[in-house]
């Protein structure tokens, strides 16, 4: 019996726990080592952000000079995302949403832009990984766009 108890102890303290941040306004100049839920508008500047960022059901975010090591992912009908002179160490994924604007960001990963409704603008942005467009609504606009992988689909011209 004591030998499960500690075995069971130890396996539980061996988890640990990872809380998110929620931004509903906004989040400026600080280091967050937790994933941010974007819940509604939110305001992301000049964070270095040690997680992910998340864009929930019905979402909008602007993000200015933010360092984020993780992913920016979301795939639940986000409302606008507004991304100027940002360093993204992950990848970055926007699917079933409306408007997006990413200008002179720095992208490591890939950059997947899937069944958007709304207008789309790439300008000026470096990307390490892919980009890959696929199945949205209305054409993609851009200019100097650096991209070291390979674009398909919708975005092949850039």
């Known amino acids: 019996?004591?030998?499960?108890?500690?075995?069971?102890?130890?396996i539980?303290?061996?988890?640990t726990t990872f809380a998110a941040v929620n931004c509903e306004g906004e989040i400026k100049n600080q280091s967050i080592r937790e994933d941010i839920k974007v819940k509604k508008n939110c305001q992301l500047e000049g964070l270095i952000v040690h997680g992910n960022v998340i864009l929930e059901n019905g979402a909008?975010?602007?993000?200015?000079?933010n360092h984020i090591k993780g992913n920016i992912e979301s795939n639940k009908?986000?409302?606008k995302i507004i991304a100027n002179h940002n360093n993204?160490?992950?990848n970055v994924d926007f699917t079933t949403g409306k408007n997006i604007q990413?200008?002179?960001?720095?992208?490591?990963?890939?950059?997947k832009l899937k069944k958007n409704n709304g207008n789309i603008v790439l300008n000026n942005n470096e990307i390490s990984g892919n980009l890959i467009c696929l199945e949205n609504a209305f054409s993609i606009n851009g200019s100097n766009n650096q991209v070291k992988g390979n674009k398909s689909e919708q975005c092949r011209s850039f």
Request: glycine residues 6%.
């Open 77 to 79: 009908n986000f409302t």
């Open 1 to 10: 019996m004591k030998k499960y108890f500690v075995s069971i102890s130890l």
């Open 102 to 111: 990413l200008l002179n960001n720095q992208i490591s990963g890939d950059l």
């Open 60 to 65: 909008s975010v602007e993000l200015h000079d």
């Open 88 to 90: 993204i160490s992950g």
């Open 12 to 15: 539980l303290c061996s988890f």
